[in-house]
Nanobody, 115 residues
Framework: QVQLVESGGGLVQAGGSLRLSCAASAITFSIYAMGWYRQAPGKQRELVARITSDGDTNYADSVKGRFTISRDNAKNTVYLQMDSLKPDDTAVYYC?????????WGQGIQVTVSS
């Protein structure tokens, strides 16, 4: 059974940093594109950052220059380093693994940025 387990969320003041981790199991991690999405109350889920199996990355305009996605294939883990956090970054963050028609989600983790 595929599992994506997020960790590292919590409460931080504006301007602070957090690093999210997502540990994957039961997939051939290295061949999957991995992504972080977020959903704020009353809003649709949106892509935050994505990294392909080749290591190519893309980011939402709202987080460019502040967030960095990376992966460690030896640990089956994807990371999201979040710096200069803003109250607007407050949301539930979800890890995603995608390859062709295979699409898996983590359970989500809360990130709250206080002003």
């Amino acid at each position: 059974q595929v599992q994506l387990v997020e960790s590292g969320g919590g409460l931080v003041q504006a301007g602070g940093s957090l690093r999210l981790s997502c540990a994957a199991s039961a997939i051939t991690f290295s061949i999957y594109a991995m992504g972080w999405y977020r959903q704020a109350p009353g809003k649709q889920r949106e892509l935050v950052a994505r990294i392909t199996s080749d290591g190519d990355t893309n980011y939402a305009d709202s987080v460019k220059g502040r967030f960095t996605i990376s992966r460690d294939n030896a640990k089956n883990t994807v990371y999201l380093q979040m710096d200069s956090l803003k109250p607007d970054d407050t949301a539930v963050y979800y890890c995603n693994a995608n390859r062709h028609w295979r699409n898996y989600w983590g359970q989500g983790i809360q990130v709250t940025v206080s002003s």
